[in-house]
Structure formats: C-alpha cells, structure tokens
C-alpha cells in the first residue's frame, strides 16, 4: 500500500457547498487514519473555485464538523482560490511545452459537434480542431474571441491504476476529452486544480468517494503531463440511507452537526463510520487508537454500505456507559436547563446520570431521563387516589419515620423497606409505586432505592412530609 521511500502525505478535499456530511467525514476519518497509521501527514484543502456554490459558513461548517470529531489536519486549509496564482503558471508552462493548447471554438461550435457525434451514435467529446499535431494547419484565429485551454489528452492507449479499494481500473484514452483546463478568462477548472494541488501537496495516496472515479484517469493524464508523480488511489463506495437508496436529508441525518446536537458522542460516530465500509476481523468495537493501529488501506469494502441508525444507537449507548460522568453532565446540562430543571438543592448531575445511562441511546434521552431529579413533583391526582390507598398509608408513614434515622446507604434503604413491608404485609409495588409518586411525580423511576439514595435524606423527608 505504501512505498518505504515516499512519506505518506493524504489529504481531505470538501467543496465548501453545504455542511459536512457523513460520506464527507467518513472520506475524512480514513484519510487522517492512514496518515497516523504510516506517521504521515493529513492535508485539509478547500476546493472553494465554485464561486457560486462556496460560502465561508460552509467551511466554517466543515471545519467545525472536523473538528468535533477530533480529525486534526497537520497542513492547511490550504484554498484553492488563494491558488490562482499557481496554476495559472501551470497552465502557462504546459501552452509552452504543448501539453496544452488554445482553444477558440466556440460553446456553440462544440455543441454543435457533439450534437453531430451523437446523432452518429458515437460518444460526444472534442473534435480537436485546435488541437495542435505535427504537420497539421490550424484554422485562422477569429478575431474577438478568447481562447479556452484544452489538455491534450492522449489520443492512444489507455489509462490504468490499481484502486486499493476496487482493483485495477483501466479507461480507454479514446473515451476521455481534450478537458478544458482553462477558461475564456483564465480560471483554471476542477480537475486540473486537484492534479496541480495533489502534486504540490505531494499527496501520495488519495482517498476519496467512487464519485470521484471517472475524475480520475483525467487527473492522471494531467499529473502525467506536468510531470508529477502519481498517487496511488483508493475510491470508497457510497453510504446508502437506511431505505438503500441514495442518503438523503428528508430520511436520515447526513449533517454530521446534527448528531452533536441529538445526543451522539463523537466517538460513537467515527467507531460507527470506521466499521461503515472497512473491517477489522469481527470486531465492531474499536477506540481511534486501534483504528490509526490498524488501518493500513486493506480490508475497505468494496460495496456500498447501509446507513443503519439501530447500530449508531447500541454504540452511542456502549460509549454513553464507558463516559465520564462529569462529561456527560456537561454535555446534559444545557437541554436540562432549557427543560426548566432547577439544580440548585438538588442531587448532583453527574451521579444521576450514573444511575440512569444504562439504557440510554442519546445524550438527549439521557438528560430527559434524569430531569426526574430537577423538577418539583407534580403527582398526577388520579394516579395518587389509585396508588395512596389507605391501605398503604400506614406503612408510608412507617417508612417516613425509618427515613429520618437509616443509615443513607442503598443497601440500608433496601433492607428498611424490606421490613416495612414483612411489617405491614404488602409486597413491594404497593410500597414502591406511591414512593415514586411522591417523590419524582412519575411511576416508571430507576430502581426506588438507588433513587432515595441521590435525592438524600432531606428532599426525601420533604417530600413525604406533603402526604402524610
Ligand atoms: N472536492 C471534492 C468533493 O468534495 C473532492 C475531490 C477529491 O477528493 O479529489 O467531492
């Protein structure tokens, strides 16, 4: 996959047109793997030449995106538009070397051929009427016209590269244009920018979507004319929504932003893009530590895979468990506030969330959960009448009395309750359910112990002062 001699140099190339999407971050995360993997270096560059598709929030956005997955760049953002310069004098240096040549047919003379080639049944492209060949007359140079630069493209054989991802691919040159490389008044086009760059970039291995792959041996023809060493390619096939259509927004999230903002944690979605199209044996599981250790360019899937929320879900849970608590209450804090939740007097976050990120999917869900312990009960007056039966009274009142001198340890609540009701002959639920009435407003709570347990003696005592 790699020449010894060669650094390892790949580089993450957006068009700045939208937010980062998953197909983006995962083109992304591979290119900065492979990096880290051969201790080489992982270029952001902006393909920003689209003027009327390129905003600065849109690399704002991308960068941002990057960024919250942890996917550092050693080198850029380099913009191609700060590039102009540069491949001016590219282009400049193939006219002189006719590598490249002027252009002035018209837009309407090369429909017009295409439209002749077409209705020959043949593949529409360049007649080369300016292209240049020995002993050949071009026409007069139209007055008022300004040229487009053509590449010339070879005329014979065929271009070949060994895809790491899909094997050889070979595209005939009969196929390929005399690509314009320049435009009337000068601005160079989207594939040569990429070949210049990707040379004085010194890439040597690009990672990049299957969309990219009739781009290629153009790019190639190009890199081969100026001179440039070749990189080697790799072309990931798509990520397909979850109906196996093409992703789009209506069904799935593909802003990577909006995950953040549902509750995902960064490293549940680079664990979830990582596996989403390269393998591991069978593992499902893996920190970016054994990803950078293990991803050297081989075992990339070559089909398209399925975008599946259930699996983001059971890893967002697997690293909801193995979070910090404290970082999880910082990431809950800001939903539960906007909820109306009061901390103040309250069990502290960071324990709570402890207690109940077991079966949490999101940080969302998580921080829904334990607003529980933040608001002031409302017990629903008909669920009360139904569960605060005189019956159970009596045994609520024992139970109060026992709070104010238990030792305040789950183990010792658990037990007190135990005697409450050998005491009082009730079994659990009918102790249970008006307790957490009472002190949450809610029936379903984690287990009523461990809850007695955070909110503390007090709130608790408080609580059951009300209904006694
Ligand atoms: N700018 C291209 C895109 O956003 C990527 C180009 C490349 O990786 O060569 O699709």
Not at 155 to 176: A, H, M, P, Q
Request: net charge negative.
């Amino acid at each position: 996959m790699t020449t010894a001699s060669k650094p390892v140099r790949t580089r993450f190339a957006p068009s700045p047109t939208g937010y980062l999407h998953l197909g983006g971050a995962r083109t992304a995360l591979y290119s900065w793997a492979f990096a880290r993997h051969f201790g080489g270096t992982f270029v952001l560059r902006i393909e920003d030449t689209d003027l009327e598709r390129s905003t600065p929030e849109a690399v704002q956005a991308i960068i941002e995106g990057m960024e919250w997955l942890g996917l550092t760049h050693d080198e850029g953002p380099f913009y191609q538009m700060q590039r102009m310069d540069r491949y001016r004098e590219v282009v400049a240096q193939m006219l002189s070397e006719g590598t490249a040549y002027h252009c002035y047919s018209s837009p309407e003379e090369v429909e017009a051929m295409r439209e002749r080639m077409r209705a020959a049944g043949e593949k529409p492209r360049y007649d080369g009427t300016w292209r240049p060949e020995e002993g050949k007359t071009l026409p007069a140079v139209p007055a008022d016209r300004k040229p487009v630069v053509r590449f010339k493209n070879p005329l014979d054989g065929e271009v070949s590269w060994d895809d790491f991802v899909k094997g050889t691919i070979t595209i005939g040159n009969k196929e390929l244009d005399d690509l314009v490389i320049a435009r009337p008044d000068g601005t160079p086009t989207y594939n040569f920018c990429v070949a210049v760059d990707d040379w004085d970039m010194e890439i040597s291995h690009v990672l990049r979507g299957d969309d990219h792959v009739n781009n290629t041996p153009r790019q190639i023809n190009i890199l081969r004319a100026i001179g440039a060493p070749l990189p080697l390619y790799g072309h990931l096939p798509m990520i397909l929504g979850s109906d196996g259509q093409k992703m789009s927004k209506r069904k799935d999230a593909v802003n990577v932003m909006e995950y953040p903002a549902q509750g995902y944690l960064p490293e549940a979605i680079l664990n979830y893009l990582a596996r989403l199209g390269w393998s591991h044996g069978d593992d499902e599981v893996f920190s970016m530590e054994q990803v950078t250790a293990w991803f050297d360019g081989t075992h990339l899937s070559n089909s398209a895979a399925q975008f599946n929320i259930e699996k983001l879900n059971w890893l967002n849970n697997h690293y909801i468990k193995q979070a910090d608590n404290e970082r999880l209450a910082t990431l809950a804090q800001p939903r539960m506030l906007a909820a109306g939740a009061v901390f103040e007097g309250a069990p502290a976050l960071p324990a709570v969330l402890a207690l109940m990120k077991e079966r949490t999917n999101t940080v969302n869900e998580l921080a829904d959960a334990a607003m529980l312990f933040y608001r002031t009960p409302q017990p629903d007056a008909a669920l009360l009448a139904q569960h605060l039966t005189d019956a159970v009274k009596p045994a609520l009142a024992q139970f109060a009395e026992r709070c104010a001198t238990v030792e305040w340890t789950k183990e010792a609540l658990a037990a007190m309750i135990k005697e409450v009701l050998a005491a009082n002959t009730l079994k659990m639920p009918l102790l249970a359910m008006p307790l957490r009435l009472i002190v949450t407003g809610q029936l379903q709570t984690p287990a009523i112990d461990a809850v007695l347990q955070i909110f503390g003696r007090d709130a608790i005592l408080a609580r059951l002062a009300k209904f006694l």
